[in-house]
């Protein structure tokens, strides 16, 4: 069985700082580094560092940073035969800066993301016979991402969609497709920000987070799983809500905590877990990949990741 991932690929430009700038200030910062990252790279890292046989799709540009994000991903297993490098533009880019405390904040450039399309959904479709599920999210334009689910909803296959980086507008844009996407999820995974401004009201504690689930619900999504940082996760199905705490770790470094969370609940799937285990995995893959630095890099392997689970029973 596999998971595909469809989505995003950048290079990461992280510096370390003191604390984050605040608007027209400048700080100095302590340290620099560039590392493979973007939303749907990160998931497929983190699903195949669990050991879950994993595909991804999607593009890189003409650059320096192509090659260096190519063997990157190969070096975490991952077949590059269906990531097209695009002729056109430059490779997709973020630009992020962790403050002592391991909080951050991410500018985004999608480059040859925002190219992804019809040409990418065919080969989609080539390889979804066999997969479990799909994972989106929302660093490729919106129309395609609907696509996606289509194509994997008419294989069968389960779709799971990181409704990120956060767009207030997610129910208004496209006004005649919105009706038509939601139906189409069968789990999506906010954090607190994103299901507040998908439904409009501030979402701040495990009361509200259900709340706006069951409004997604009411849009036609199947499941709801609302990701509460260190205060854990809350999960709403057509039978039962449940709430899985936060593991306690030394965090230094939140930067694709939700990826690696993202990655563990498909991985967990994938083996024929239930939900609540799954939400317990993504939580644990979340927690474990807090505890170094950057992205990709510290998406923990399955022997990590087991251990951490056999010293919490």
């Not at 320096?64 to 991952?78: C, I, P, R």
């Not at 002729?87 to 190219?115: L, R």
């Not at 997969?131 to 194509?151: D, N």
């Not at 205060?231 to 593991?247: C, S």
Request: glycine share 10%.
């Amino acid at each position: 069985m596999t998971i595909i991932v469809f989505g995003s690929i950048n290079i990461d430009l992280a510096a370390k700082t003191p604390r984050l700038p605040q608007p027209g200030e400048t700080i100095i910062g302590s340290n620099f580094f560039t590392a493979g990252g973007g939303k749907g790279a990160n998931q497929a890292v983190a699903a195949a560092r669990l050991g879950t046989s994993t595909h991804i799709i999607g593009r890189v540009g003409n650059d320096k940073f192509a090659e260096e994000l190519l063997t990157n991903l190969q070096s975490y297993g991952l077949s590059t035969d269906n990531v097209l490098i695009d002729q056109n533009t430059h490779s997709g880019v973020a630009i992020i800066a962790v403050d002592e405390t391991g909080q951050n904040n991410i500018i985004v450039i999608p480059g040859a993301n925002n190219n992804v399309g019809e040409a990418d959904i065919e080969r989609l479709k080539k390889v979804l016979t066999g997969a479990t599920s799909l994972l989106l999210q929302l660093e490729i334009p919106l129309e395609v991402v609907q696509e996606a689910a289509k194509a994997a909803r008419q294989a069968g296959v389960r779709v799971i969609l990181d409704p990120a980086p956060a767009r207030a507008d997610l129910p208004l844009a496209e006004p005649s497709k919105r009706i038509e996407l939601y139906p189409l999820i069968d789990i999506m995974t906010p954090n607190e920000v994103e299901a507040g401004q998908l439904v409009g009201f501030r979402v701040n504690d495990t009361e509200t987070a259900i709340v706006a689930a069951k409004q997604l619900q009411e849009r036609g999504v199947k499941n709801v799983i609302v990701k509460l940082g260190d205060r854990g996760a809350v999960a709403v199905t057509a039978d039962e809500t449940f709430f899985v705490p936060a593991f306690a770790v030394e965090a230094i470094d939140t930067v694709a905590a939700g990826d690696a969370f993202n990655g563990g609940l498909a991985s967990a799937l994938d083996a024929g877990l239930s939900l609540s285990e799954a939400v317990r995995w993504g939580a644990a893959a979340g927690a474990l990949c807090t505890t170094k630095r950057g992205a990709q890099g510290a998406m923990p392997d399955r022997a990590t990741f087991d251990k951490f689970l056999q010293n919490l029973t």
